[in-house]
């Protein structure tokens, strides 16, 4: 094992930015970068280096606004309806189209639908035009689209700093601008280290990381307008890592190092910036993002950037967006922020500054906010999020029903159209959610699996415009309706059915235990993983053990909660458990066997008040009516759709 | 002269949107283009064409989440600090670094910390790591990421018709992703036509049009997910625009000619289009706009669009736009809106929807609209322009005051930071705008020209930050203070100066007319251009025609007004006059002779309430401390700067 120094600093992120922009200062980095000549054709999104003024004017020359006669002015006094004037066409009267140049000395044009053309006698003897004739006096300069009258050559077409638009385009060129200086682009080198780093589409071994990090952070310079360089991973070797470095310093403006940023044995980034240049932060007390490096070395920012995917992009945000930003002499808009209620209690650590992913939802008039998988490695709480909410170091957490602010991730507009599902998971809403988002694109689903009774809560607290569940009354062996009854008395409920589905007993391919039902749970050789408390499943589990007198302490893995099928179904394919319960569909699409335990009905509970909406007519309409929705139900094995969209129940 | 029809049609915009969308569904158009396969590397901004799942999960074996050493957990039971446990090293408990993939059997992971490392006796006599001891059990896969803790294979990633992100095309990689479909980039082909159009760069005859329209559609086109192809301007000629639209539709998805979709003797648009395929709208009753064309061939629309810029503009948005993202199956957010006031009057022409352009700025707690200049061929409008206001075709025009929806073309966060400055003209305004631009790029400042009178007017109604303004007071002699007391008796102003400059008539160069003074403007010979009402330049004017004994209607040109000291510098410039009053440094910008008549003190008048804000602070800094600028500004000639910043009057 190679030697090891645990020396992580951990100190508070208002602290390391400040040392980030003093140190930048000191070295002269805080300041826009200089810029660099482009033809204006190429300039789309760039920032303008400098102010840039028109060489010559819009229009620069007079010119006809009109279809019609160009005449002099003084030509036309006096003419009037009673005594009518003519101009020879050809000498008092030019005939102009729209832009044509005023001949000089004209100073007016007269309209074609003003005229009245007079025909003389032709050579050939046919008429041809001759005079125009008018009945009213023209006004200097009418219908004359002046010298500059767009653009004065030397006016300010755009300042420095501006972000050029299409339209900003059109102005350069029309004032005569054809080369800009624009803002350098920032490059920016990403250099992924680690010997069990592969590059995507590689041939995967176990140990294997498939190298996307530099990816992300790729996407996100080009966005914030820089131009992102990626080297090839490179392996967990002190010397080759150093040697990528300064070959980064080489040419880019900023090498970013991901990851080897925290204190283990393979991590060597924090000693290599250390030797080329200086390591002026190493540990800041944030979750996630914690082993962040910030050194510096020749001019140039150097930033070790933590492996887990929703550290290195959080840190990446909060370290290289604002310098990105400063140096295009781009101002940076505070992210839009919405005020939230909290949908469930979050603790948080103590002494730390956490950025908690949340999902967002309009229902009814509030902005209710739901928090999402919070590990480090969760990338798809990232793709999932509609914003972040940070918690302060000095909070130990925030209360359910507590007002928070969030930072969007998402534009307002598409928030605001999210179906919010709070309750028990079904694999098809994933695919209603899909199909949704394919007839209807501006509308989303969001679900949250809590479990059906959770999702009542959800229904019951205003949370939610609608929740799936499968909870079975044990005394009367109906689905759902006793339920409403008695938990939600003060709302009007729609229950419509979704599916009836078949839960079972997932086991791997060819039930190596050869498990039978749930009599085998009480076998010490049988590791069971369960659903949370709340779930039907979960009630499904307790009444079937009951039935068979077994009880819960007995079965192993009972603790071992997961909050969707296809959790479950993961967990018995990967061997952390040998069965659990869940629907056939799990069971399919990760290739498992399955023993049918129960037929049971699954519907969405819609409160009255969210039945008629727009959203929720779109939604309805794709379960009754989408042939392709329906049979692709089907195609997921094990539904019966027989009752799909029928209303079950009003009260 | 070529053979014309007027044969515009003037249909409401709704019509024309009914036509547009009834003529695409029945061809078949209104549907998401088919799909194509790229490299999920290159897919950043693309739209998903179809759902994507994941191939694999993530991790896709059991990995530590810490460094640390992997055991059995039921190796650990009984662990405590009193009794603590002990591992062999490499059989019971095996080093692992982040990421590591867990050893067969083995089901938790005990963190680095967490353990005392206990030296045994080495071969070669040195102490070497042999035990772990450890003083609490393991619970079953602690600190260890599961296989799909982030993505379960066979898992939805992405929705259908979803914009991809950094973090999508991470989590696709993270899935098994390396290929996707997405929506092809609709082409877009865009034929500028006119035998006057040169490309930009050409040396320009008078007569000629430097062809900048197809630049900006292809700016939208590309902003908006297509694919933008200019061919190279076509002259007017039925037979070539014919060759060129067949050669279009060859290739491309929407044909866009521009323009020739007048009526005039050389717009063959409409004719070409008809003999091609058919035409279904010809002219919409809006302003700007009107000369539009709507027309199919093949299942390709090909549209004609006018050939003003702000037309070309307003009616690309209007029909392509939602086309394109229709075919990207994106959904098209409504555009961001404001309620505003509306700052002056505006008449609209009865019958025909108006979009008008405004500039937009938070005074105090209200917004207000100013309707800037609304020629169809004024692109600088659109530069301006922080919004439309649509009038309705039923609408004669909006009252000063009344409260108007603006959609925003700016982000509302630049709209918010804008100092609104209302008053007289002078170029150190566009300076000074500049200037603040480059040292706050956060912030902008937007002045409208109505003279010093209309400016101090505005802040009585509370409608800017501040006014520029050099008002004489015929009797005192005094600047500005007078009109002060006089006018803004309930507001308290803070007067700074910002620069003494003189004021001086200007000739073309060599003055070839031979004028000495204001006595030469009674000449017959001689025209003069004006300043509107108002401002302080019309009232010097006034005041030094007053002294001379001239009378008004002795002066030709006299009601001919500019608004700004560039507009009457140009009107000299290009013929329009021979001599207008304005500032030596409009002089010096246009090249023109200057006869100095006065010289006067210009300041800035600014309510104490918005004096201490952040906003004016940061503009009174540059004023007062910036030597860049106020170098800058005595480059420009013609300029006293010995007061500037100085606060001149409170009260």
């Known amino acids: 094992m190679a030697k090891r120094k645990i020396y992580l600093e951990n100190i508070p992120l208002s ?52 279809d019609g006669y160009a005449v002099k002015f003084a030509d036309t006094f006096g003419a009037s309806e009673t005594k009518p004037k003519r101009l020879k066409i050809g000498e008092k009267a030019i005939y102009m189209d729209t832009g044509d140049p005023m001949p000089e000395g004209f100073d007016a044009v007269i309209m074609i639908e003003d005229v009245n053309i007079i025909k003389g006698q032709g050579a050939r003897g046919k008429g041809q035009d001759e005079f125009i004739e008018i009945i009213e006096p023209a006004t200097p300069w009418q219908h004359v689209r002046t010298i500059g009258e767009d653009i004065v050559a030397t006016e300010l077409i755009l300042p420095e700093n501006h972000i050029i638009r299409p339209v900003d385009i059109g102005a350069l060129l029309g004032g005569g601008i054809t080369e800009i200086m624009v803002r350098r682009r920032p490059k920016v080198v990403i250099i992924p280290t680690g010997t069990e780093i592969v590059e995507p589409g590689t041939e995967l071994k176990k ?44 040419t880019g403006d900023i090498v970013v190092i991901n990851a080897g940023a925290s204190a283990g044995s393979e991590d060597f980034t924090a000693s290599v910036i250390a030797d080329i240049g200086e390591v002026f932060v190493h540990g800041i007390n944030i979750k996630p993002g914690k082993p962040v490096i ?42 839009e922020r919405l005020k939230a209620k909290l949908s469930r209690q979050v603790a948080s650590p103590l002494g730390q500054e956490e950025f908690l992913r949340v999902k967002l939802g309009e229902v009814g008039e509030r902005l209710i906010a739901t928090p999402i998988s919070r590990g480090a490695g969760i990338l798809m709480s990232l793709v999932r999020a509609d914003g972040i909410v940070r918690i302060s170091a000095q909070s130990e957490g925030l209360a359910a029903g507590s007002e928070v602010e969030v930072e969007l991730l998402r534009q307002k507009a598409d928030i605001l159209n999210t179906i919010v599902c709070i309750g028990s998971h079904d694999n098809t809403l994933d695919l209603l959610a899909n199909y949704l988002k394919k007839r209807y694109p ?60 078949e839960q079972g007993l997932l086991v791997p391919r060819g039930n190596p235990k050869g498990i039978k039902g749930f009599e085998d749970l009480k076998r010490d050789d049988v590791i069971f993983i369960n659903r949370q408390a709340g779930s039907g499943t979960r009630l499904l589990t307790d009444k079937s053990l009951k039935e068979l007198g077994i009880e819960l302490r007995e079965v192993k893995g009972y603790d071992h909660e997961e909050y969707t099928h296809m959790g479950v179904a993961s967990a018995v394919l990967s061997g952390i458990a040998d069965t659990g319960l869940a629907i056939l569909s799990s069971a399919v699409a990760l290739d498992l066997d399955f023993i049918p335990v129960a037929k049971e009905r ?49 009260g």
């Open 15 to 66: 602290e390391a930015l400040d040392k980030w922009w003093r140190r930048l200062k000191e070295a002269g980095l805080d300041k826009p970068l200089t810029g660099e000549k482009i033809v204006v054709d190429d300039s789309l999104g760039r920032v303008t280096a400098e102010a840039v003024s028109a060489k010559i004017s819009s229009p620069f020359y007079h010119a006809s606004a009109m």
């Open 602 to 650: 699954y519907d969405l509970a819609i409160p009255e008040e969210f039945y008629n909406s727009e959203m929720i007519r779109q939604l309805l309409d794709i379960i009754r009516d989408d042939e392709e929705f329906r049979s692709h139900v089907l195609a997921l094995g094990g539904y019966d759709i027989s009752d799909m969209g029928k209303v079950i129940y009003k």
């Open 294 to 335: 910030l050194g510096i070395f020749d001019k140039k920012p150097i930033i070790g950037i933590p492996g887990y995917p929703v550290s290195a992009y959080l840190t990446f945000n909060i370290f290289i967006k604002p310098l990105i930003y400063k140096w295009l002499g781009r101002g940076i808009a505070p992210p």
């Open 442 to 501: 501006m509308i989303s689903l969001s679900s949250a699996h809590v479990g059906s009774m959770g999702g009542l809560m959800a229904l019951k607290r205003g949370e939610a415009h609608l929740t799936g569940t499968h909870l079975l009354d044990e005394e009367t062996g109906e689905y759902n309706i006793p339920f409403l009854r008695r938990l939600l008395t003060e709302k009007k409920i729609v229950l419509v059915n979704l599916i009836y589905r």
């Open 207 to 250: 140990g294997n990381i498939i190298e996307y990090n530099s990816r992300i952070l790729s996407g996100l310079v080009s966005e914030w307008g820089g131009e992102p360089l990626r080297m090839l991973p490179v392996p967990d070797d002190y010397e080759k890592i150093k040697n990528a470095t300064l070959q980064a310093i080489e």
